[in-house]
């Protein structure tokens, strides 16, 4: 199986999983520190229509006090790859805030820690939809590893554990 097939098939299973998200409220939802700088950045949210789990993402942000856009995509593999995506740190959504790319279900400590030091890479992933995270229902089992995303597209130094 190709890079592609394997991506493609990964993101509609995971794509299914979430699917169950959507009547779940994710982890750390009690925290009610609200950043109201949060707002005057847009996060444009890439997700497929069908996708519960990347919906619940989205409804986090919101509750975080961010402003957020949703563009559903059709071709997610193709966004993914349009912005620079490494196929290891694949998940299923990916998001665009202030100048940045943000994949999979990154905690808003990651998000707050990338806009405030501003570090010259592209982004930041958190590969898969591990259970706890933002979105994903469960408890937390294990460290949110979260990784840069270099200029060239490529999966570079652990940015933050949560």
């Known amino acids: 199986m190709n ?3 394997l ?6 299973v995971l794509a299914g999983i979430g699917v169950v998200g959507l009547t ?7 925290d009610s520190r609200l950043t109201s700088h949060n707002n005057d950045i847009v996060a444009t949210v890439y997700k497929s229509p069908t996708c519960g789990c990347c ?18 995509i059709q ?3 193709a966004i993914k790859q349009k912005l620079g995506i490494p196929f290891e740190l694949g998940s299923c959504h990916t998001m665009k805030i202030g100048g940045y ?3 999979g279900h990154i905690p808003e400590e990651a998000v707050q820690k990338l806009l405030a030091e501003k570090p010259d890479i592209k982004g930041i992933g958190l590969s898969g939809m591990p259970a706890g995270s933002p979105g994903m ?3 937390k089992t294990e460290d949110f590893v979260i990784y840069e995303i270099n200029h060239e597209g490529t999966k570079g130094d652990i940015f933050m554990t949560i």
């Not at 991506?7 to 509609?12: A, D, N, Q, T």
């Not at 779940?24 to 009690?30: D, E, R």
Request: net charge positive.
């Open 24 to 30: 779940v409220i994710p982890s750390g939802s009690s």
């Open 75 to 77: 071709d997610m593999v």
């Open 7 to 12: 991506f493609i098939v990964l993101f509609f």
């Open 3 to 5: 890079n592609k097939t």
């Open 101 to 103: 790319v943000v994949e």
């Open 55 to 72: 919906g619940v993402y989205v409804s986090y942000l919101k509750r975080k006090d961010y402003n957020v856009k949703t563009e559903n």
């Open 137 to 139: 229902p469960g408890p």
